[in-house]
């Protein structure tokens, strides 16, 4: 069963840096785009990074820009999301997710892990 | 930036027909797709490419496009298909998604 699951939320204080991982499996990795997309409490969906397979593409949502970095390390079936300079706001569910460039639009989510940013 | 809207929510009876609109600037133009998500679960996909549906999705689900507006329907709708559904597209380099529309079956 294709799979993405990550890891490495938790509690963090405003300012704060926290290392979000995504392993993936029972796919060819470096076969697919990947996002990362969060979700506020009670909030909506929104999109905050894609990268390419090869890392030669990288976009970012303009809330995030400048702070948060993705990156993959295909030899490990793995996508990162390094989040720096944390945000009350940032508080989220976050998911990874494969894209499916073909069509624009993800068809595997990962179940989330959750950031929360409080002091 | 670009938007998608989406109406808050929606309310159908049992068996009946649900519609979901999803309307943003030139959507005829891309390929949006549907995703329904439960309370304390992960988004799932059910219509991409404007009207095509993956596999294990029933057929009740189906999606159209028209001029700048997509929209979800549900047809014959069950008690499990209450949920929030999204539409989302691709525009100049971001994912774009719809606030959501929540479904309410009563």
């Known amino acids: 069963e294709v799979q993405l699951v990550e890891s490495g939320g938790g509690l963090v204080q405003p300012g704060g840096s926290l290392r979000l991982s995504c392993a993936a499996s029972e796919f060819t990795f470096n076969s697919y785009g990947m996002d990362w997309v969060r979700q506020a409490p009670g909030k909506g969906l929104e999109w905050i990074s894609y990268i390419s397979i090869d890392s030669s593409t990288i976009y970012y949502a303009g809330s995030v820009k400048g702070r948060f970095t993705i990156s993959r390390d295909n030899a490990k079936n793995s996508l990162y999301l390094q989040m720096r300079s944390l945000r009350a706001e940032d508080t989220a569910v976050y998911y990874c997710?494969?894209?499916?460039?073909?069509?624009?639009?993800?068809?595997?989510w990962g179940k989330g892990t959750t950031v929360t940013v409080s002091s | 930036s670009y938007e998608l809207t989406q109406p808050p929510s929606v309310s159908v009876s049992p068996g009946q027909t649900a519609s979901i609109t999803c309307s943003g600037h030139k959507l005829g133009d891309k390929y949006p797709s549907w995703y329904q998500q439960k309370p304390g679960q992960s988004p799932v996909l059910v219509i991409y490419h404007d009207d095509k549906r993956p596999s294990g999705i029933p057929e009740r689900f189906s999606g159209s496009k028209s001029g700048s507006t997509a929209t979800l329907t549900i047809s014959g709708t069950q008690a499990m298909d209450e949920a929030d559904y999204y539409c989302q597209a691709w525009d100049s380099s971001t994912v774009v998604f719809g606030g959501g529309t929540k479904l309410t079956v009563l």
């Open positions: 997710a494969r894209w499916v460039g073909d069509y624009y639009y993800i068809d595997v």
